[in-house]
DNA sequence: ATGGTGACGTCGG
DNA sequence: GCCGACGCCACCA
């Protein structure tokens, strides 16, 4: 018995999976993950769905900002300071929730997985 | 069923 | 470039 319906656990899958392919010291939105899933606009359920990979050590939630490059969910981390913690312990530095240099750090899957 | 909220993003002013 | 409004969709009271 799942809490989910299958259209959202094939969401879930897809954006986990995504997220697991974010190599280290890079990052990535939840807009280009959207966009990837080919949802542009339900950014925010992939906002969700990192709440739900909370369960999954396997997901890197910490490489996951929004299109700011700002750490808005780190709220949402146990401890909040956690995120940037995890951030910085891969060689991104980061300076009052926001990445520097991110547009550099950016891991758009929609470029990277399509080269083969 | 209805309304409010949210780890977002785009658009118009 | 900042600010307000809207869209999108799942969840919760």
Do not use: C
């Not at 190599?23 to 990192?50: D, F, H």
């Not at 909040?80 to 009052?96: A, D, H, R």
């Amino acid at each position: 018995m799942i809490s989910i319906n299958d259209k959202n656990k094939d969401f879930f899958q897809k954006v986990f999976e995504v997220v697991k392919l974010i190599p280290e010291g890079r990052v990535t939105s939840y807009g280009l993950i959207a966009n990837y899933l080919g949802s542009k606009k339900s950014s925010r359920m992939v906002g969700w769905a990192m709440n739900a990979s909370h369960k999954l050590l396997d997901v890197p939630a910490h490489r996951v900002v929004n299109r700011n490059g700002l750490l808005t969910g780190k709220n949402h981390f146990q401890p909040p300071s956690k995120m940037q913690e995890l951030l910085e312990k891969e060689g991104i530095i980061v300076i009052e929730d926001q990445i520097q240099n991110f547009k550099d750090l950016v891991w758009d899957p929609m470029v990277e997985l399509s080269l083969d």
